[in-house]
């Protein structure tokens, strides 16, 4: 995808910064970097993932998926979506005070601070470090058993969508959906589509567009008539006229046009894509697994050569 319409990060480090690379928030790296953000994803500390002794219900595995291995995907997909990753635990995150409003500092224990337009925690274990943001004592819920206190973050301080009360924050994880892995995934894309949402607005597309984006297609789908730009144009203008009464900004328009005919690809082009992928995903099996099926496999032609040769008569 292109970054066309990115809003410049100016006086910030990162358009987004994601606390937390397990299944919630690698998702969210995934999506706002794919969109074009510039996205730093720290990671370090308590974890639920690697808690867990081996990953047999998250789809797309069909004999389960070890830890390990599963970690290493995830990481190596945030990096390949253009994510930055750092092994750094966040201590705090604090309002960035400018003149624009709006914007956060990140403290992590060893590295730089760094700044933020758009905060995401993706944490299922923590979000003591958002606490600095709490003025109103919203997100924490105090429990006293035995004479102890304890503080937990609320799971029903974030809305369904991932927002918060305070602009530019949003929680992925502590929710109420973060009981599975897949949940908390799901939970990661439907935040990161809420930020990216809020981002489109701010970047000028219309609501009625705003969330709609990131679909790759064939391009043999696609119309003669859809190849050209003119037919988008109409359309697109129909579509916002209808749902606003009003024109919109052509510039921000012919970028929108950019990012749905990139989203088409043809046929060579998915078929790179399949041998990359499965090269990619190869890159994480263990080598001795990939020797020893490649070895059955061989096996297997060999004598399949040999039979079609009227061998073994
Ligand atoms: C023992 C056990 C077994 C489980 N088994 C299964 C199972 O079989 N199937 C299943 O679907 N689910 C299972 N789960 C649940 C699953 O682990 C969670 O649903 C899922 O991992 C939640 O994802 P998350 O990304 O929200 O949080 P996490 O998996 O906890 O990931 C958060 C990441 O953020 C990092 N982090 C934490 N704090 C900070 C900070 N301050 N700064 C920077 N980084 C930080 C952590 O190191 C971690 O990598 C199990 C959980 C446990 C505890």
């Known amino acids: 995808m292109t970054g066309a319409d990115h809003e410049p ?64 995907l995830l990481h190596d997909h945030i990096r390949e979506g253009g994510c930055t990753l750092r092994e750094d635990l966040v201590e705090s ?12 500092v990140v403290d992590p224990q060893d590295g730089e601070q760094v700044t933020a337009r758009r905060v995401v925690a993706a944490t299922r274990y923590d979000g003591e470090y958002l606490w600095p943001l709490d003025a109103d004592g919203e997100m924490v819920a105090t429990s006293a ?20 009360p305070i602009e530019g924050l949003y929680v992925a994880t502590p929710s109420g959906a973060d009981e599975q892995a897949i949940i908390a995934a799901g939970r990661g894309g439907v ?8 981002h489109r607005r701010a970047s000028g597309i219309p609501e009625t567009l705003a969330d709609h984006y990131d679909w790759v297609r064939q391009r ?13 144009r109409e359309y ?4 916002v006229e209808e749902a ?16 749905i005919l990139a989203s088409y690809i043809d046929d060579d082009e998915i ?28 096996a297997a032609r060999d004598a399949d050569t040999e039979r079609d040769n009227g061998g073994g008569d």
Not at 148 to 164: C, I, L, R, V, W
Not at 220 to 232: C, K, N
Not at 277 to 294: I, K, S
């Open 145 to 164: 058993e035995d004479g102890d206190k304890t503080e937990q973050f609320k799971k029903d301080y974030p809305n369904a969508d991932g927002s918060t």
């Open 93 to 104: 995150v604090t309002a960035f005070e400018t003149p624009a409003a709006g914007g956060f």
């Open 236 to 239: 697109l203008d129909d579509r």
């Open 220 to 232: 043999a789908e696609l119309d003669e008539e859809w190849h050209d730009r003119e037919t988008w």
């Open 271 to 298: 078929a790179n894509r399949r041998e990359r992928g499965q090269d990619r995903l190869l890159e994480h099996v263990d080598n001795d697994r990939v020797l020893a099926r490649a070895r059955e496999i061989e």
């Open 9 to 72: 990060a100016g006086e910030y480090d990162h358009d987004v910064v994601v606390i937390g690379g397990g299944p919630a928030g690698s998702t969210v790296g995934i999506f706002t970097a794919r969109y074009g953000l510039d996205t730093l994803v720290f990671d370090r500390g308590r974890s639920s993932i690697r808690r867990c002794a081996h990953l047999k219900n998250y789809p797309g595995f069909p004999a389960g998926i070890d830890i390990e291995t599963f970690y290493g």
């Open 191 to 198: 935040t990161a589509r809420t930020l990216l949402r809020d």
């Open 244 to 259: 606003t009464g009003e024109q919109w900004n052509v510039a921000t328009r012919e970028s929108e046009i950019d990012r």
